[in-house]
């Protein structure tokens, strides 16, 4: 996160905006960071492959960025998104998530638990949409419970 309080402006990545917090927050992980990590990277590599049989035209870590103006603050945003899917002329942003806990949960509890994620993917959907406003798009957080690789999807409303 880089800050210009002469230039009013901001440049950060989409997900640091969407787990921004002011105060005092929890310092992180602990020993369990490294663990965690390579969880995730696992199970976005078996995710990945999935997804690359299922469909060839699949494309990964894609990179998404834009520029927004707010209160007179040039906001820079950039990020990647784990997977774009393109059928039937609609575009599916897919945002992989890994979980320690069994899935599926009741989307109103992962909406509660995990709010950045869902930031995550609708500011994805946002900047997308403003670069290209013409496309048809919808977004899709898969949470992934890293025990068992079972997953659970859910589809962000238009």
């Not at 005092?24 to 049989?53: F, N």
């Not at 869902?118 to 403003?130: K, V």
């Amino acid at each position: 996160m880089q800050f210009d309080l002469s230039k009013r402006s901001v440049k950060l990545s989409v997900g640091e905006l969407a787990d921004f917090a002011i105060g005092p927050r929890d310092g992180g992980d602990g020993p369990t960071g490294i663990w965690r990590a390579q969880l995730g990277s696992h199970w976005h590599r078996e995710m990945q492959a999935q997804t690359q049989a299922e469909d060839r035209n699949a494309r990964f870590e894609v990179t998404i960025e834009g520029t927004l103006v707010h209160h007179g603050w040039t906001i820079q945003l950039n990020g990647r998104i784990d997977q774009v899917l393109q059928h039937d002329g609609v575009t599916t942003l897919r945002e992989i998530k890994t979980l320690t806990r069994a899935v599926p949960v009741p989307e109103s509890e992962l909406r509660a638990d995990y709010p950045h994620y869902f930031a995550q993917l609708a500011t994805y959907l946002a900047l997308q949409r403003i670069a290209a406003p013409e496309i048809r798009l919808r977004g899709e957080l898969v949470f992934v419970e890293t025990g068992s690789g079972l997953s659970q999807t859910i589809t962000l409303p238009d």
